[in-house]
Structures are given as C-alpha cells and as structure tokens.
C-alpha cells in the first residue's frame, strides 16, 4: 500500500525489504534516482513495459507485467549488490548493476511475441 491506500501495481522491495509507503523511498543520494524508476515502474505498468522494450525486451505489454517483482539495492552473498532487478515470473529477468549502462542489463529469457 502506498500513502493513498491504494496498493502498488506490482511488488517493490528496497534493500530486500518491501516498500509500504512512498516515503520509504525518499533520498538525496546516489539511490535516488534508482527508487525514484523503480517507485514509478511499481506504479505503472505501461511505463513498466516500456522500460522493458528499452532494454531490448521486444514485444512486452503492460498487461505482460502485471506480477513484476521489482528491486532495488538488492544483496546478494558472494555476487555483491544489484542497483535494479526486474523479475517477471516465468518470462522476464533483467539485472543492473548499472542503469545507464544497457550492456550490464541481460535477459535470461528469450522477448515476448
């Protein structure tokens, strides 16, 4: 749920942690712009899947991603911390280590038709 009651489009978790509140997600560091894409992304599923598409993901709907698990800053023991991961049960999952950097984005699955 966000500051409106109303819950998010899909899952959030920042530091492995769900999000609950908007205001979990303010910073002025580095981070911020991360949460701030990924606040969007867990609000909107159009946006979401345009994202995807960006990131070469062809043919990705917003209906495609109704149950994205998003995260930020996530930790993982021995491979370090991820700035951004996508997952899309069953079909999408893209990891960043550095959003602005597409080549450090992958996909372990083949795009959508």
Request: charged share 20%; hydrophobic share 35%.
């Amino acid at each position: 749920m966000n500051t409106t009651g109303l819950p998010y489009a899909n899952k959030i978790k920042y530091k492995g942690k769900t999000v609950y509140s908007d205001y979990q997600l303010l910073g002025n560091d580095e981070n911020a712009l991360t949460l701030a894409l990924g606040h969007c992304m867990s609000h909107d599923n159009k946006f979401l899947a345009a994202f995807l598409r960006w990131c070469n993901f062809k043919g990705v709907r917003s209906g495609h991603v109704r149950n994205a698990d998003i995260s930020i800053q996530k930790y993982q023991e021995n491979e370090g911390i991820t700035d951004l991961e996508i997952e899309v049960p069953d079909r999408i999952h893209l990891i960043g280590s550095s959003l602005f950097q597409v080549g450090s984005l992958n996909s372990s699955l083949p795009p959508m038709r």
